[in-house]
């Protein structure tokens, strides 16, 4: 398979691009979004049985169900990260090793309720905090020592609402290729 074949299997929906200006239409979006994507999640897994969950999005990828469990370990992370720029001047956040969260048994579990229950609640409770933000807040700032640079609380909600949407398209590319890379 080709290079660029297997960054578009990475990256269907393409990596996350900030717009120049983000207004608060943009952020309303955003934070919408962030709330629907349980219910998306849901109705996209509901039906999917065993093989089907084990199905990867791509060659050495993840399959659905860690893909699943992941956006929890994400998820919980970000309300964290959001709080701490909410509540400290630039704080340095501590990064985890995804790829090895993902491979424990936990995150390889086949019954996908905890996760999704986990998340429907952790993502009203993000929405409601996200919408308290007030705009002089959304340019505080929290430092992530694996990228090495700053990131803005407003650049930050658009990355979770697109990091949803990015696993989303990946469990309907593995649905689509049908365990073509197990």
Known sequence: MKAEDLEQLKFPIGPFNSPETINSDTITHWINEIEQFPDRLKRLTADLNETQ??????????????????????????????KLALTEDNPKIRPYFEDRWAKLEVGSETDLSDSIQLLTALHSKLGKLLRTISSEEMSRTFEHPEHGKQFRIDETIGTYAWHGNHHLAHIEQAMQYKGAFN
């Open 53 to 82: 969950l084990n199905w990867q999005y791509r060659p050495e990828g993840w399959s659905i169900k860690q893909v699943v469990h992941h956006c929890v370990d994400s998820h919980m992370n970000s309300i964290i990260r959001f």
